[in-house]
């Protein structure tokens, strides 16, 4: 028998999980780790740009407890690597990296498409999604 399944993949992956597209409320509540399996957060949101159709930014809750003080990262979409092991994403991020990263409260109105969207994907040193349009 063998070994990878009929989409190519293994057939270890889970066939929801193996899947290219994924549905917005699919990766809502995803965990994210970073590198040494630490869970950083979950993602709670994506922002995906209206021209390109591509996703921008997932935003990471992060901190707080029950809802309560949650900050709330927007990371570049490209920043994220799915790993099916984990069932989540990871980031190369330590806790300290993510605390000094750029936030926003969930009852700030933030527009992540001027300059402070600019100043994360510097602070993630990626690529902005809008360059290879």
Do not use: C
Request: charged share 25%; net charge negative.
């Amino acid at each position: 028998m063998s070994d990878i399944s009929p989409t190519g993949l293994p057939s270890t992956v889970r066939p929801e999980s193996g899947r290219r597209l994924i549905s917005g409320d699919k990766v809502q509540g995803t965990p994210v780790f970073n590198r040494q399996d630490e869970r950083l957060g979950t993602i709670e949101d994506v922002m995906i740009d209206k021209i390109t159709g591509r996703v921008a930014f997932a935003i990471l809750s992060f901190g707080g407890f029950l809802g309560i003080g949650e900050n709330h990262h927007p990371l570049p979409w490209s920043v994220l690597d799915y790993d099916t092991r984990l069932g989540g994403y990871v980031v190369d991020l330590t806790r300290e990296q993510l605390e000094g990263a750029p936030t926003y409260a969930a009852a700030d109105n933030i527009d992540l498409s001027d300059t402070y969207g600019r100043r994360v994907y510097d602070y993630y040193k990626a690529e902005p999604f809008w360059q290879d349009v």
